[in-house]
T-cell receptor, first 110, second 113 residues
């Protein structure tokens, strides 16, 4: 069963704009990860945030984690056409197994 | 640097036939995961191996599904007999010891008619 739920399901933005997507989960976690999936490809790991961290940056990506609300957000700044993909949050619940959400489909218009 | 390798990339078979999907994890990674992705159910973990030993197969849908990892560089997922509802994209992922992130293969798109 899926632990995480992403919101929104789909997002369409203009190139150069920021894209924000959210993830909510239900149970205690060790860490939360974000993955990207381009159409017809496998998932690619983007960023990991541990349960004792509140914010993390990697290039144009910014991830926040609020364990009291059991939620996380992924911000992609200055979006590019190449950012068009589906984005998934995945929770690691202390057992090394990942539970993936349904994903947010992001379309960046040129 | 070779990533996770899966074969075949596409498989079309008839209901009742046996299907075998193959995976070669990244060298040095000691954990291997099989996932299934469908529009209806999203990405589901089927089975997880650590050091070639199956640790958790609670996601395997039924006895028609079996997975093996005879050595550190090879794993198979077998469906016998296959059914139309098995149509999905099957991913293999590997993970190095001590790390949390997983590295996914390109997937095998299975169509059962």
């Amino acid at each position: 069963s899926q632990q995480g739920e992403e919101d929104p399901q789909a997002l369409s933005i203009q190139e150069g704009e920021n894209a924000t997507m959210n993830c909510s989960y239900k149970t205690s976690i060790n860490n939360l990860q974000w993955y990207r999936q381009n159409s017809g490809r496998g998932l690619v790991h983007l960023i990991l945030i541990r349960s004792n961290e509140r914010e993390k940056h990697s290039g144009r990506l910014r991830v926040t984690l609020d364990t009291s609300k059991k939620s996380s957000s992924l911000l992609i700044t200055a979006s590019r056409a190449a950012d068009t993909a589906s984005y998934f949050c995945a929770t690691d619940g202390h057992d090394y197994k990942l539970s993936f959400g349904a994903g947010t489909t992001v379309t960046v218009r040129a | 640097d070779a990533g996770v390798i899966q074969s075949p990339r596409h498989e079309v078979t008839e209901m009742g036939q046996e299907v075998t999907l193959r995976c070669k994890p990244i060298s040095g990674h000691n954990s291997l995961f099989w996932y299934r992705q469908t529009m209806m159910r999203g990405l589901e973990l089927l089975i997880y191996f650590n050091n070639n030993v199956p640790i958790d197969d609670s996601g395997m849908p039924e006895d028609r599904f079996s997975a093996k990892m005879p050595n550190a560089s090879f794993s198979t997922l077998k469906i016998q007999p296959s059914e139309p509802r098995d149509s999905a994209v099957y991913f293999c992922a590997s993970r190095p010891s001590g790390a949390y992130e997983q590295y996914f293969g390109p997937g095998t798109r299975l169509t059962v008619t």
